[in-house]
């Protein structure tokens, strides 16, 4: 009896035992998933990828998914659906408009002046085209390859407002892509903690199965400001599929025709951010002065894009060297030189690349000046306009209705 109970009682307590570490186990795997997906969420989840995006292809586009309406020619973003608030991007709004969509939210959104290295000389790097031009495909015989005109970072922000989806540069080589935000000339405090995306990024081709890019705001020396962000692009869902015509970026201009690739469809991949996703604070939003993607090296982009209510920024953006320059046609002198027909001093054609050539060597040009308070006087100021602030010593660009006048002491980029 007792050698019984002995044994029960030791059965008894090995049950036990094995009953107390299936507990620990369980508790142990439910705190590792918790903490998994904390991570998960915290670097992963806090980008949202929108309901619906709409463009200007052929008059109007919307689409929701890869099935949704193919687009083939130019097509610009001009509006995206978050849950039930439409957000106008500034492009074109008219579009929602002449469409039946006047109820959403009037943003103004516009591509990161951007820069890269050219590193690569795979064949799949590319730069896409759309593969119709009104109504015809383009073929190698009809657009047999690309100038020498512009810069690759170019195609990262033409369009309106740069937010063109139909054109992208394919597998750029792995690298920090700064976009060209040299710094951030200012974070809007306000924006921080509102419910508007401040930043849009792109993905429009195929992205690597498990790779990421990693977007992230840091300070002047590089250390991250908040908390980065890694997207991997494989895992969102597709909002469109777009056809395109590829010319290859890895061998000089002007870039080939590549037959091989061309008059294919990608999918089309939009996500969206907002300050506070990246951790930023109305503590730390002075020390984010610069804005990167970390390029997985796989990384599709058509555009990235900033509120300008949210940021304004400015940057340093290397000249266009190559290709042909233009003359300029207006010019007022008064070295009685207009107009000499020379070698050397064709006057004012020589000055190339300008819309207005000035000289003299002993008269200032001298812009409308009025003193801060003044400025008020200005009663429908448009962007662009600039004037020199008597108070304060500056030249001033008007930048928006938000920001308002800002002095011009800092590059920007077109």
């Not at 597709?238 to 056809?243: N, R, S, T, Y």
């Not at 030189?337 to 190339?352: D, H, L």
Request: net charge neutral.
């Amino acid at each position: 009896m007792v050698f019984y109970n002995f044994v029960n009682n030791h059965d008894m307590q090995h049950e036990n035992n094995n009953l107390i570490l299936t507990m620990k186990q369980i508790l142990k795997t439910n705190i590792l998933i918790l903490i998994t997906s904390f991570l998960f969420n915290s670097n992963f989840n806090s980008q949202v990828r929108p309901d619906a995006v709409y463009g200007d292809y052929n008059g109007y586009w919307t689409s929701t998914n890869a099935n949704g309406t193919l687009s083939r020619e130019t097509n610009n973003l001009v509006g995206f659906t978050i849950g039930s608030t439409i957000y106008g991007t500034g492009a074109d709004n008219s579009v929602l408009t002449s469409h039946g969509i006047t109820n959403f939210v009037n943003e103004n959104y516009k591509a990161f002046p951007s820069s890269f290295s050219v590193l690569s000389t795979a064949n799949d790097f590319l730069i896409g085209q759309p593969a119709y031009a009104n109504g015809v495909l383009q073929t190698n015989a009809t657009k047999p390859n690309l100038s020498c005109d512009f810069s690759l970072a170019y195609y990262l922000r033409d369009g309106k407002n740069g937010l063109d989806l139909s054109t992208a540069i394919f597998n750029i080589p792995k690298q920090d892509l700064v976009y060209y935000v040299n710094v951030l000339a200012d974070i809007n405090p306000s924006c921080i903690s509102d419910n508007i995306p401040d930043i849009i990024v792109t993905q429009v081709g195929e992205p690597h199965a498990t790779f990421t890019d990693i977007f992230k705001f840091t300070d002047i020396n590089g250390v991250t400001i908040g908390n980065e962000k890694a997207v991997a692009f494989s895992s969102a869902t597709p909002v469109g599929k777009a056809q395109w015509n590829f010319y290859s970026a890895s061998v000089a201009c002007p870039y080939p025709f590549n037959s091989g690739f061309s008059n294919t469809p990608r999918d089309v991949r939009v996500l969206t951010f907002k300050l506070s996703d990246f951790g930023i604070t109305l503590a730390n939003y002075t020390s984010a002065v610069k804005f990167v993607q970390v390029l997985s090296g796989f990384s599709d982009v058509a555009f990235s894009a900033y509120s300008t209510n949210s940021m304004s920024l400015y940057c340093l953006e290397n000249a266009v060297t190559t290709g042909t320059a233009l003359d300029t046609r207006s010019g007022i002198t008064s070295l009685n030189r207009a107009g000499a027909e020379t070698v050397n001093n064709n006057w004012p054609m020589v000055r190339k690349g300008g819309y207005l050539a000035l000289e003299s060597n002993k008269k200032p040009f001298v812009i409308t000046r009025s003193s801060t308070a003044n400025l008020a006087n200005i009663t429908n100021p448009v962007e662009g306009m600039m004037v020199y602030d008597t108070t304060e010593n500056c030249l001033k660009i008007y930048v928006n209705a938000a920001i308002g006048w800002r002095c011009y002491n800092k590059k920007t980029c077109p």
